[in-house]
C-alpha cells in the first residue's frame, strides 16, 4: 500500500484503447493498482501488460448476440399490465395492449399461447374474464374482449419479449449511441443455458491477461420499463420482473406445487414494488428465482477459479437474485463484490456484506457527460468537482463506520481528462480514502451500547437497499454514519424469533400499508404482544410518518398506546381531543438545536391521545415531534424525517434517549453538527471530519468525556493518536 512513503493501490482506474500514455499518468497521480474495460471500451496489449491488475466485464446475457439474434425466442421475458380501459358501450371491447409501452424494448410473446399464460382483468371486480369471452388479435395487437359489462374497466396482463437489453438500452440513450441495439438472453432456456457456460469457457480462455472477472452482474436486471418516448416508465430497483417467463411460470408449477398467476407478478399493475408489503406468492417466485440464479451463478464462479482469476460481482444491473444479505450467499465463492455509490446507505450496502471478500465501490460521477438526472457533468460547462464533492460528502460518513478495500470509477476515460480539476480532486480524494483505510486497518469505530433495528417487510434481505433519495431512505442514510450498530429485522424475525437482548430501540418508519411501515403485520396479535411486552421492559420505539399503522379495532396507529399518539383519517372526528398541553422546550433531544425543527413535515393530522405524552413540535392536533414512556420503555413519535447535519443531530439524540443511554452522548462525540468523528479501539487511533465546504469549529469528547476544541479546515481530517486526543481533552 505504501510506495516511497506514499499511500498508493486499492484503486481501480478505467481504460480505453487508444489513451495509454493518459492512463499511465493517471495511474501514477491516483494510485491506481487495478484498470478495468467499461461497457463499449476495450483495453490494448500494451495496457494489458502494464503490471497492473486487470478487471475485465463481462455481462453474460448479451455477450453472444449472433446466438440472440439466431434464437429470440430464448430471449427474457417479462409481464407488462395494458393501460385500463373502460368499457363505454354495449358489445365488444378491443384493447392495444402495448398502448404506451416502448417498441423497441418490448415485443408481444407469440410463441406462447395467451390463453394459458395471460390475464384479462375486470378491475372493477378484480375478478378475471374468462378464456372463453376474450381473445387476441395478433394482426392488430389487441385483446378483443365479448360482451364486456359497460362501465366496467379492464386491463391484459400479457407477456413480451425484451427485445433490447435494459442496461444496453440505458447506456445507448444517455451517451446517444448510434450501434445496434443488443438483446439479453435467457440462461433459464436449457439450451441457452449450455451456450452460456460454454461461451464463458472460451471467453476465459481468449482473456489470459485478466487477474478478476466482474461479472456485471450476473442474468437478471431489475426492472426499468420506458415508454413510447423512451422515459421511464416504471422502474424499481429492487424488482422481480425480469426472471419471469412462460417457462419458469411452467418450472414454478412444478417445484412449488402451484400454478402461479400473472397477476401474482403484475400485482393490480403495482408490479409487487419494494415498498410493497410482499405477498406469500411473490415470496415463493423470489425464493424459485433464487434458488435458480445462486445455482447458474455458482457454475459460472467455478469456471472462473477454474481458471486461476478472481470473480467479482457487480451488485447492480443484473444482480437480481444474487443478494448477499440472504444466507448462503458466501457459498457462491466470489472473490469480491463491487457497486455503485452515491451515498452513505450505498456504502454500507457494500461494506456491511458477510463473507471474507474484498469489496469496492464505484464513485461517482460516472464518465459519462450527464448525471442521473440528465444534467451535464463532463460536457460543456458541467462541473465534475461539485457533481463528485456532492456524494463524497455523504459517502465520508459511512466510510468512517464501516470501511470498504477498495474505491474507483467508471465510464469513459476520454471524457474525463477535459476537466484537469477534477483529475487533482480525485487523487485527493483517493488519498483520503487511502489514509482512512490505513489509519483504521479496516477495524470497528467505537459504538454505543445497544444496536438500532429497523423494523419493516423486508428486513435483512433488504439491508440498506434503500434510495436516499426516497423518503423511506432518509433514516437508513442519517444511520449510515451515527455511531450506532444498525440492523435490519422483519416481522417475521419477531414471531420467530422474538426481540433480540442486543437491540436498543426500533425504529419504525413509513407510510402506512407499505412494506416499510409493516401494512396488515400490524393485525397480527403475535406482533402487537412482543413489541409492547419489550417496550414496557424498557425497550425504544422511535415511530416516523405512519408507524404501526392499519386501520383496525377503532385505531389506525396499533401502537397508540406506545406512542402517545393517533392518527385522524376520518374515523374520529367526532371524538373531542381535550389533551391540550404546551410545547416542551427543554428536552435532551432538542438541546443541539439552533433554529427551528424541520422534519419535512408541517401537517401531520397527528393528535396527543395520552395525558403523559410530551409535545416537542407541533400542536396537540397536529404533533411533529413527541415523546412518551411506557412502563420502563420509551417512544418518540415523528412525522416526518429528512436528512441534514441538524437532523443527523437530533435522531442521534432521540435513540440514545429512547434507549436510556443519554449518559453515553459526550463519549467520542463532537458538538456540532456539521463534524463527525470516530475512535477505533483496537488501532487506538481517533478522527474529526470537516462534512463542508466552510471552516467549522467542534468540541470534542473523549471516552471519558472530557473535551478539547479544534478547528478543522472544508472538508478536512485530522488523526490523532489515542495518548495525544487524551492529552488534548482536559
Not at 365488444?92 to 410473446?109: A, F, T, V
Not at 439552533?594 to 397527528?606: E, K, P, Q, R
Request: with cysteine.
Amino acid at each position: 500500500m505504501k510506495e516511497s512513503g506514499k499511500l498508493t493501490g486499492h484503486f481501480t482506474l478505467p481504460a480505453q484503447k487508444g489513451m495509454d500514455n493518459v492512463v499511465k499518468m493517471l495511474c501514477e497521480k491516483w494510485g491506481a493498482d487495478a484498470i478495468r474495460d467499461s461497457d463499449g471500451t476495450v483495453l490494448s496489449e500494451e495496457l494489458l501488460n502494464l503490471g497492473y491488475d486487470v478487471y475485465s466485464t463481462i455481462c453474460l446475457i448479451r455477450a453472444d448476440q449472433e446466438w440472440a439474434k439466431a434464437h429470440p425466442e430464448q430471449c427474457q421475458q417479462k409481464y407488462l399490465i395494458s393501460h385500463p380501459v373502460t368499457c363505454a358501450s354495449n358489445g365488444e371491447l378491443r384493447i392495444k395492449i402495448q398502448n404506451g409501452y416502448s417498441h423497441e424494448q418490448y415485443k408481444i410473446d407469440t410463441e406462447h399461447d395467451p390463453k394459458k399464460y395471460w390475464e384479462v382483468i375486470d378491475r372493477t371486480t378484480g375478478k378475471a374474464v374468462s378464456t372463453k369471452n376474450w381473445q387476441y388479435l395478433e394482426h392488430v395487437q389487441e385483446i378483443l374482449i365479448e360482451s364486456p359489462r359497460k362501465w366496467h374497466i379492464y386491463t391484459v396482463n400479457f407477456l413480451v419479449y425484451q427485445i433490447w437489453e435494459t442496461t444496453s438500452m440505458y447506456n445507448y440513450i444517455t451517451n446517444n449511441w448510434t450501434g445496434e441495439h443488443q438483446m439479453g438472453v435467457d440462461p433459464r432456456q436449457p439450451e441457452t443455458g449450455r451456450h452460456l457456460l460454454k461461451y464463458l469457457d472460451h471467453w476465459i480462455e481468449t482473456h489470459p491477461n485478466t487477474d478478476v472477472v466482474r461479472f456485471t452482474s450476473m442474468f437478471y436486471q431489475f426492472p426499468l420499463i420506458q415508454n413510447e418516448k423512451r422515459q421511464n416508465a416504471y422502474l424499481d430497483w429492487s424488482g422481480y420482473l425480469d426472471p419471469m417467463s412462460a417457462l419458469a411460470m411452467d418450472e414454478f408449477e412444478k417445484e412449488k406445487g402451484y400454478r402461479l398467476r400473472s397477476e401474482d407478478i403484475v400485482d393490480e399493475g403495482y408490479f409487487n414494488a419494494s415498498y410493497r408489503v410482499p405477498k406469500k406468492e411473490f415470496l415463493d417466485w423470489m425464493d424459485f428465482t433464487q434458488k435458480f440464479v445462486r445455482s447458474y451463478t455458482k457454475k459460472c464462479v467455478d469456471r472462473v477459479h477454474k481458471a486461476g482469476k478472481k470473480a467479482v460481482l457487480f451488485f447492480c444491473d443484473h444482480w437480481i437474485g444474487t443478494e448477499p444479505y440472504i444466507a448462503g450467499f458466501e457459498k457462491l465463492g466470489f472473490d469480491g463484490i463491487a457497486g455503485p455509490c452515491l451515498s452513505g446507505v450505498e456504502l454500507r450496502r457494500i461494506s456491511d456484506v458477510p463473507g471474507n471478500l474484498f469489496k469496492e465501490v464505484r464513485l461517482y460521477p460516472y464518465f459519462f457527460a450527464v448525471n442521473l438526472q440528465n444534467e451535464p457533468v463532463f460536457t460543456g460547462n458541467g462541473d465534475p468537482v461539485k457533481e463528485c464533492k456532492r456524494w463524497w460528502k455523504g459517502i465520508r460518513r459511512a466510510l468512517l463506520r464501516r470501511c470498504v478495500d477498495r474505491i474507483g470509477f467508471g465510464g469513459y476515460l476520454d471524457l474525463a481528462v477535459e476537466y484537469p480539476a477534477f483529475l487533482d480532486y480525485v487523487a485527493e480524494l483517493a488519498n483520503e480514502f487511502r489514509t482512512v483505510l490505513d489509519k483504521t486497518k479496516k477495524t470497528l469505530p467505537y459504538s454505543v451500547g445497544k444496536k438500532v433495528a429497523l423494523l419493516d417487510a423486508w428486513g435483512k434481505m433488504r439491508s440498506w437497499m434503500h434510495n436516499d433519495n426516497w423518503p423511506q431512505g432518509h433514516i437508513p442514510e442519517c444511520l449510515s454514519g451515527l455511531q450506532a450498530d444498525t440492523e435490519f429485522i422483519s416481522f417475521d424475525d419477531i414471531r420467530k424469533k422474538g426481540i433480540s437482548d442486543n437491540i436498543g430501540v426500533i425504529i419504525n418508519w413509513g407510510t402506512a400499508n407499505s412494506a416499510w411501515s409493516g401494512g396488515k403485520n400490524w393485525i397480527d396479535t403475535e406482533i402487537l404482544v412482543k413489541i409492547r411486552e419489550w417496550v414496557y421492559g424498557g425497550g425504544g420505539f422511535i415511530g416516523v410518518t405512519e408507524p404501526s399503522a392499519y386501520e383496525y379495532q377503532g385505531r389506525f396507529f396499533q401502537l397508540a398506546d406506545v406512542l402517545g399518539v393517533q392518527k385522524e383519517v376520518g374515523n374520529t372526528l367526532s371524538w373531542g381531543k381535550n389533551i391540550q398541553p404546551g410545547l416542551t422546550s427543554e428536552h435532551f433531544i432538542l438541546d443541539d438545536l439552533t433554529g427551528d425543527i424541520d422534519l419535512g413535515a408541517t401537517n401531520s393530522s397527528v393528535y396527543l391521545s395520552s395525558e403523559e405524552t410530551r409535545l416537542l413540535a407541533g400542536t396537540p392536533n397536529n404533533v411533529l415531534l413527541s415523546t412518551n414512556t411506557f412502563g420502563k420503555g420509551r417512544a418518540v413519535y415523528m412525522a416526518d424525517y429528512k436528512h441534514n447535519a441538524e437532523n443527523i443531530r437530533l435522531l442521534y439524540r432521540t435513540i440514545l434517549w429512547a434507549a436510556n443511554m443519554e449518559n453515553e452522548l459526550k463519549k467520542w462525540f463532537c458538538s456540532n453538527p456539521n463534524t463527525d468523528c470516530a475512535y477505533y479501539p483496537e488501532v487506538k487511533k481517533f478522527v474529526i471530519m470537516n462534512n463542508t465546504e466552510e471552516n467549522q469549529d467542534t468540541a470534542v469528547y473523549n471516552g471519558a468525556g472530557k473535551m478539547a476544541r479544534f478547528s478543522l479546515a472544508p472538508m478536512k481530517m485530522k488523526w490523532f493518536e489515542l495518548e495525544e486526543i487524551n492529552r488534548l481533552c482536559i
